[in-house]
């Protein structure tokens, strides 16, 4: 007990006591360094002395690619919201309601177009805040719609992944996600348009399987697990160890799986650059 509580009487006791929040500092995984949350955000949730990239929320990410922060989001049309009456420890229907809640978005896969550095662009984000990002109806169809939108506008199509893989509380329906996506990719390459995915921590399962291996160019950010099954699965299965930096982004790029590794303080420049070469535009001294 301090003076506080044994002599201050309660009612000045509570002018005292001051509620601190506890999301102010946060600690990095990887070297243990706290980063006060305001310096986190500023730095795009970089951490600035190791350099290890936080997830970012769609939102984040989508206010930090386009010029000035200004695009217009995408609707998405509805798809039933419990097709197979899941259950498990809650109600499938339940736990759908309590991450919108939580995220303030529909479903994993937000959109938007805008300019980036200029250029009109519609872009993708999954959100692995919004159970693990997982791939159910609804984030199919927001890829499908973004994908036709971006034919029918004619621009490029950026996405973010961040996904554990398919959403097993849909079972079939979730596993048809992945052709589906698979032919509206098809449609962007029909319509000759640039197709750019940029691989975030963790992108995994049935995402890796099929449009996120299925760009033109793949980026992947510094650090980021990208795979189908996860590396204990694989060493059960062979009976071997994996060689240091599995499924990381770097082991990926040294073999042939990834184009680029990028920070992300460079992100934005990389895809308008890769947009600009893959529609043949001006370089931008050649324009001025």
């Known amino acids: 007990m301090n003076w506080i ?27 243990g360094q706290l980063v006060f949350h305001k310096d986190l955000e500023t730095n795009l949730f970089v951490v600035p002395g190791s350099n290890y990239h936080m997830r970012m929320s769609a939102k984040a990410r989508l206010d ?7 695009y217009t989001e995408l609707a998405t049309p509805e798809v039933p919201l419990d097709p197979l009456k899941f259950r ?20 994993a896969v937000r959109l938007a177009q805008g300019k980036l550095e200029t250029i009109p662009v519609t872009v993708a984000v999954q959100d692995f805040d919004f159970l693990g990002g997982s791939l159910g109806m609804a984030a199919g169809e927001a890829i499908v719609t973004g994908m036709t939108a971006a034919v029918e506008k004619k621009t490029p199509f950026i996405i973010f992944t961040a996904s554990g893989g398919a959403r097993m509380q849909e079972g079939m329906f979730s596993l048809m996600q992945m052709p589906r996506t698979t032919v509206a990719v098809q449609r962007l390459r029909a319509a000759r348009l640039p197709y750019l995915v940029v691989l975030t921590n963790p992108t995994t399962g049935g995402v ?8 033109d160019v793949h980026i992947a950010e510094p650090g980021a697990v990208i795979g189908f099954a996860g590396a204990r699965v694989i060493e059960q299965t062979i009976r071997e160890r994996l060689p240091p930096g599995f499924q990381r982004a770097e082991y990926l ?33 050649a324009a001025a």
């Open 5 to 31: 509580s044994n002599v201050v009487p309660p009612k000045i006791r509570s002018f005292l006591k001051r509620e601190t929040p506890e999301n102010l500092w946060v600690k990095c995984p990887e070297s």
């Open 64 to 70: 930090s690619l386009f010029d000035d922060g200004v």
């Open 88 to 107: 498990d420890v809650k109600k499938y229907a339940d736990r759908i309601k309590e991450y919108r809640a939580k995220t303030g978005a529909q479903d």
């Open 208 to 215: 890796t399987a099929s449009y996120a291996m299925l760009g």
């Open 253 to 285: 790029k040294a073999h042939g799986m990834v184009d680029l590794v990028v920070h992300r303080h460079d992100m934005r420049a990389t895809l308008a650059r890769l947009c600009g070469l893959l529609l043949n535009l001006p370089a931008p001294e």
